[in-house]
């Protein structure tokens, strides 16, 4: 049962009004981009993914002001040969809420987000804490599938990896660091 259809054009068209498209890529990064550090203002996020489905829930913090944000989320792609393009519902929880979907607290993910400019384009630079410390990954949204389609690899970027599922949340939070590493020499993903 999904939320999405592919038109006759391979558009992606979300069958439901609280579904959105997302379009994105994610490049894979050696370190944060020239000129940032770790002490840039940031976002503190924590990704629980459930077992055996799409969905998640995401505990954002920002550190400046110890404001918390709880969203319970459904991401997938419907083409599952095109990780770019997704569908993605967004219920944000109260404390209550959040207290009892808590019961999840499994398969987590631990990064801290920093807003990056280049070009003109606004991305969002992953720096993973605990078992992924040392993985960084960018990620920049678009509004149409012709920016995304022809959109180049920024220089400070080693790999698009946007179409490998290992980089996926739902896969990721399985893993370490020295896991996603041996798969990244295995698959030759750098050049």
């Not at 489905?53 to 550190?63: N, S």
């Not at 993605?88 to 979907?101: D, P, R």
């Not at 019961?103 to 987000?113: L, P, S, T, W």
Request: aromatic share 10%; hydrophobic share 35%; charged share 30%.
């Amino acid at each position: 049962m999904g939320v999405a259809k592919l038109t006759d054009q391979n558009t992606i068209v979300p069958e439901s009004k609280y579904a959105r498209i997302e379009r994105e890529r994610r490049y894979l990064l050696r370190d944060l981009p020239e000129g940032m550090t770790r002490a840039d203002p940031h976002l503190q996020i924590t990704d629980n993914y459930i077992t055996g489905t799409r969905l998640r829930i995401r505990k954002v913090r920002e550190p400046r002001t110890n404001k918390w944000t709880v969203k319970f989320t459904q991401k997938y792609a419907p083409d599952p040969n095109d990780l770019s393009r997704t569908i993605i519902t967004n219920t944000y929880l109260n404390a209550l809420e959040a207290e009892t979907l808590s019961v999840f607290d499994a398969n987590e993910i631990r990064k801290n987000r920093y807003p990056f400019e280049f070009e003109g384009h606004k991305f969002s630079v992953d720096m993973f804490l605990g078992d992924l410390f040392g993985l960084v990954l960018a990620e920049v949204s678009f509004e149409t599938d012709e920016e995304l389609d022809n959109f180049p690899k920024p220089p400070f970027a080693l790999a698009d990896v946007t179409n490998e599922p290992l980089f996926s949340g739902g896969t990721l939070c399985e893993l370490t660091f020295s896991d996603v590493r041996a798969e990244i020499s295995e698959r030759g993903l750098i050049r």
